[in-house]
């Protein structure tokens, strides 16, 4: 068990260096409506200096029909008064603070609008929400700034921030192997007072607040004494506004402590392994000089270091362990010994995981005879906004090498939902009927990975048995196309198999964005499919 971070004694050092800023730029939200209306449809991170012309200001927006929103707040140099200008093409209005100095919402050719002067203090954020839409024809919007030594020019994203929360956090988020318990962040550009919290649980509660009201300068430093080994630590810092009741909740951020013996294994402990050849890796312990591991089905045999489990000794750089292919649906026993200067042994603790039935992990598509879209039919062929792998080969295949969840490829998956037939899929047919719930399989797991550049879509999972029954399942957040990050999805076999689908004959697979049964226009964007297994 991980110690509660609660115990632990606060040493308390916060010391002020210079005032480091938050990611620069404002936080620009584009909307596919003049009106600023619903999800953004691209979000991005800027500053406010754009002639686009005839053209699309990026991602899924169109040319004509658009507005944006951006917002954050600006930190001025100099004490002093500054005025504010828009050149726009069309409609603009600008606040500072609660004020709106600009208003000029209508159509217009390119145009300059320029605010009366606002004193303004140097260091102290002051809130900026500029917005504008583009009716027809070209695009302009910039945001210009005068002031004490200051000749009109466009603001620069350096006196710029999107975001009033706490961020740059050291260690950086999800380091491994910090040594030196210390956090530093820096506070958002509004923050007057923070309050800490830590924690061996991403679901930090009001029991993980270490400290409460510190008013404290721009960047900050903890110093905590006696992580406990090997630990996942989570932390959030929350920034309060000088009123005393304006808070921006932080992002959760982590980090893994060293530990003293082998530690921070992959596949986690009791977790499972998509792959059926994996590569089991783990980080070196402190005074660390090579490791002995030990790899078995029998539980015991490994915590006794039997000889049949013995793999022999591991330099100290090489860190991973191929044990060959293993048998889908079962349960593995490893164990890594620390041997430190000297020799002694310190062993390390027993973990396990279980293998999952792999279904389709995107390693076997080449650019010659097994095309990854040959295998899974997209839009080329079934006529829907799908297009798989990418126009060109590169590494030997048409599949993505560089954005992976397991092993060297994933699929990567257009979707085009702005044009009929209004959604995107694509389908992959076994050669012969499968059996899912052989070895106790119970659950379809798969890793579905979008960028922020993408517009929202529902994405889905279709399964199809033998007697061609099917059931569609969709992932319940249609903001996963637009996260950076990949998401593990879980469908147990009673929602496919509730709706007669037969687990034990299943010949095709379909991947979709959009709603088959009920399309409307909706977005576009790539995702990418990686790891598509069947665990118990
Ligand atoms: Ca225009
Ligand atoms: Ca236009
Ligand atoms: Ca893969």
């Known amino acids: 068990m991980l110690r509660n971070p609660k115990s632990l004694v606060i040493l308390g050092f916060l010391l002020a260096t210079c005032s480091i800023v938050c990611a620069q730029g404002l936080k620009g939200e584009y909307f596919p409506n003049m009106t600023l209306n619903g999800q953004p449809a691209l979000t991005r991170i800027e500053a406010v200096n754009f002639s686009w012309g005839g053209a699309s ?72 929400k500029l917005e504008y839409y583009e009716n027809g024809g070209d695009a302009i919007v910039q945001f ?113 402590a060293q530990g003293l013996t082998a530690y921070y294994p992959t596949p986690v402990d009791t977790g499972s392994s998509p792959s059926t050849e994996p590569a089991l890796t783990w980080m070196p312990g402190l005074g660390a000089t090579q490791h002995h591991v030990y790899f078995g089905t029998d539980a015991d045999a490994v915590a006794q270091g039997a000889g049949t489990t013995d793999q022999g000794l591991f330099a100290l750089a090489d860190t991973v362990f191929e044990p060959g292919t293993l048998d889908p649906l079962t349960t593995y026993y490893w164990r890594v010994d620390q041997i430190a200067t000297g020799g002694a042994i310190m062993a390390g603790p027993v973990w396990s995981f279980t293998t999952a039935l792999p279904i ?36 030997g295949t048409f599949g993505e090498t560089t ?65 061609g029954k099917m059931a569609t399942v969709p992932y319940p957040d249609p903001g996963i196309t637009t996260w950076s990050e990949w998401a593990e999805w879980k469908i147990p076999f009673a929602e496919l198999s509730g709706a007669g689908v037969n687990m034990a004959r299943v010949k095709k697979l379909y991947l979709g964005a959009g709603n088959k049964a009920n399309p409307e226009p909706g977005s576009a964007g790539l995702i990418y499919v990686d790891d598509i297994c069947v665990v118990k």
Request: glycine share 10%.
């Open 144 to 256: 210009f700034w005068s002031g004490p030594g200051i000749t009109q020019q466009a603001v620069p994203e350096s006196v710029l921030s999107p975001t009033y929360k706490a961020c740059n956090p050291k260690p950086a988020d999800g380091t491994v192997g910090v040594s030196a318990p210390l956090l530093e962040w820096s506070a958002g550009p509004t923050a007057m007072f923070h309050n800490v919290y830590v924690g061996t649980d991403p679901n930090l509660t009001e029991a993980d607040r270490w400290a409460t009201w510190q008013p404290l300068p721009l960047a900050l430093y903890y110093h905590v004494p006696g992580f406990t080994p090997g630990a996942t630590y989570y932390w959030r810092v929350d920034e309060i506004e000088k009123d005393g009741i304006t808070t921006h909740t932080g992002d959760v951020w982590s980090f893994v």
């Open 57 to 128: 200001p990026g991602g899924p927006v169109a040319a004509d029909g658009f507005s944006v929103r951006w917002t954050g707040s600006i930190t001025v140099p100099v004490t002093g008064d500054y005025v504010f200008s828009t050149q726009t093409d069309d409609g603009v209005r600008l606040w500072v603070g609660p004020d709106l100095i600009i208003n000029n919402w209508s159509d217009h050719s390119s145009t300059l609008n320029t605010s009366t002067p606002i004193r303004l203090r140097a260091g102290e954020p002051v809130g900026i």
């Open 360 to 395: 389709d992990g995107f390693e076997e598509y080449n650019d010659d005879d097994n095309r990854i879209y040959d295998a899974w039919i997209d839009g080329v062929v079934n006529n829907t906004g799908s297009y798989v792998g990418y126009e060109s080969s590169s590494e």
């Open 403 to 467: 954005i992976v969840h397991g092993g060297s490829q994933s699929m990567p998956l257009d979707y085009n939902n702005v044009d009929a037939p209004y959604y995107s899929e694509a389908e992959r047919e076994f050669a012969s009927a499968q059996d899912w719930t052989a070895g106790g399989g119970t659950t379809l797991v798969l890793y579905v990975r979008g960028a922020y550049t993408n517009g929202p879509a529902r994405v889905y999972v279709t399964v199809e048995d033998s007697s």
